[in-house]
């Protein structure tokens, strides 16, 4: 961890005592490959109006520059997320992009709408080692489903979750799960989509919807704290470029390009080590895409056992897990966060988070 205890932008009077940060993150986002076969409305970037604007983030990111990037990471062995603002089932040459990352060590958790998944991706899926599997799905109906997603392709999403089902079987990976992001159009359905795919998948994820950079509905604490993303999370884009947050898809934040350094120059610059000063310190209002934002709060969770199921719920995220299926909720997809498992025995903590 470098110093930058004397650097022209510390402010001496304040004391500042600089929080812990791992040598390499232990969580990175790759967009592989920037391009998607729907347009969501709610998605940052293909939901936008700016065509301009999603034409300048799209594109595919070299095999030279990703086997770098993961050569530089192969140390750490974090989860990674091959995708950002990408289908990753679109990834071109998917499954050497996943053998790369499984033969360094790293856990590998994808986030997909689950179109163009065949049974024999599937297999290749379990056959490879992938981690975790998660199906934007948003709703029960299939009205909602189009308002949503913009295609009339619920039964044929719900029958992908149930082909990798059924591909997996008893074995432990990869974490099938699936998501719901609350908006207006989908709301009253929260319920039933909790109660028709809970004891199903092994997780059920509930997430507020972010809307003109606001996350709507979220209920924060009083008192605002450092971000545990800037510690964990480097979120990469398909030319190298790295932001500071995952949210920022469309490049407003960048603390420097792995293409052009490397990881760690990145991780441990400056630029990084700039914007973790200013939230150390309470002047979030220096980090303009910091400033009145409410994500920060979504990783201090409280949980409960109930019907079978582990509750984790926090101001942004609310996880519904099956505790027959939890051997397969490994640290690396924690992201450090510890699994308490109030009131039972059936798994250890993870260690504790960075901050």
């Known amino acids: 961890m470098k110093d930058f205890s004397k650097a022209d932008w510390v402010d001496p009077s304040l004391n500042w005592t600089p929080l812990p940060v791992s040598p390499l993150p232990e969580r990175v986002i790759i967009d592989y490959a920037t391009k998607c076969n729907l347009r969501c409305p709610m998605c940052p970037v293909w939901g936008s109006e700016e065509e301009g604007a999603i034409d300048a983030v799209t594109g595919i990111m070299p095999p030279a520059a990703v086997m770098k990037v ?35 060590g790293m856990a590998v ?91 199903v998948v092994d997780c059920v994820r509930v997430g507020l919807i972010l809307e003109d950079g606001v996350i709507k509905g979220i209920d924060v604490p009083a008192e605002r704290t450092p971000c545990p993303a800037l510690y964990k999370t480097m979120p990469i884009h398909n030319d190298g470029t790295v932001t500071i947050c995952c949210l ?18 990145v991780w441990q610059g400056e630029e990084f080590a700039k914007v973790r000063y200013y939230h150390e310190t309470g002047q979030y209002d220096k980090v303009p895409f910091c ?65």
């Not at 699994?339 to 903590?349: D, R, Y």
Request: with cysteine; glycine share 8%.
């Open 248 to 265: 920022d898809g469309f490049r407003t934040s960048v603390v420097g390009n792995v293409a052009e350094t490397s990881v760690e120059e």
């Open 291 to 355: 400033k009145d934002c409410q994500g920060w709060a979504q990783y201090d969770y409280q949980e409960e056992v109930r019907d079978g199921l582990l509750i984790r719920k926090s101001a942004e995220f609310t996880y519904y897990n099956r505790i027959d299926r939890l051997k397969n909720w490994q640290p690396q997809l924690r992201g450090g966060h510890e699994l308490g498992l109030v009131g039972t025995e059936m798994a250890p903590k993870a260690e504790p988070a960075a901050v």
């Open 70 to 104: 993961l050569d530089q990471l192969a140390p750490a062995r974090p989860m990674v997320q091959p995708s950002l603002y990408g289908e990753p089932l679109l990834i071109p040459d998917l499954r050497q992009r996943i053998r790369d990352m499984k033969e360094r």
């Open 109 to 199: 958790a994808m986030n997909t709408n689950g179109l163009t998944l065949t049974e024999d991706l599937a297999n290749f899926f379990v056959e490879s080692g992938v981690d975790s599997v998660f199906f934007s799905i948003d709703a029960v109906e299939p009205a909602t489903y189009h308002e949503i997603r913009g295609v009339d392709q619920l039964p044929k999403v719900e029958a992908a979750v149930h082909r990798m089902l059924k591909v997996r079987g008893d074995r432990d990976t990869p974490r099938v799960g699936v998501s719901l992001t609350l908006q207006d159009a989908n709301r009253d359905q929260e319920a039933a989509f909790v109660a028709k795919w809970s004891g």
